[in-house]
């Protein structure tokens, strides 16, 4: 399992690899987290700060390594889903298209008079 304690951080990008590594996810509440562990599913989320909790929510994943493997699979599913380069690529091209509109596509002209 991994445990992300940290109160500070903004955005872990260890917590995406973990779970690309189908492991379990505990970590403390940040919003962006909200994005990719849903709790239940790939993992738990603390209130940030509160040891008590995070300690309860690993120990409960030790004592249950089958709800352990659940998390770890979804987990990796949902980093393979949304953060594959291929994803990743037809995200960012979605939000060129929208502040730059693709140009209109044309077939090349022909000179006939050659």
Do not use: K, W
């Not at 903004?10 to 779970?19: H, I, K, S, T």
């Not at 239940?40 to 040891?51: E, F, H, I, M």
């Amino acid at each position: 399992l991994f445990a992300f304690a940290s109160e500070t951080e903004g955005f872990g990008l260890c917590v995406l690899e973990a779970m690309a590594a189908a492991l379990p996810i505990v970590a403390m509440h940040c919003q962006a987290f909200e994005e990719f562990v849903t709790p239940g599913v790939t993992g738990d989320l603390v209130p940030q700060g509160d040891v008590e909790a995070l300690t309860e929510a690993i120990r409960a994943l030790l004592l249950d390594p089958c709800r352990g493997d659940q998390y770890g699979r979804a987990g990796r599913a949902v980093v393979v889903e949304r953060f594959a380069p291929t994803a990743v690529a037809h995200s960012f091209e979605h939000v060129y298209d929208q502040v730059v509109p693709p140009a209109p596509r044309t077939l090349p002209t022909r000179n006939t008079q050659e």
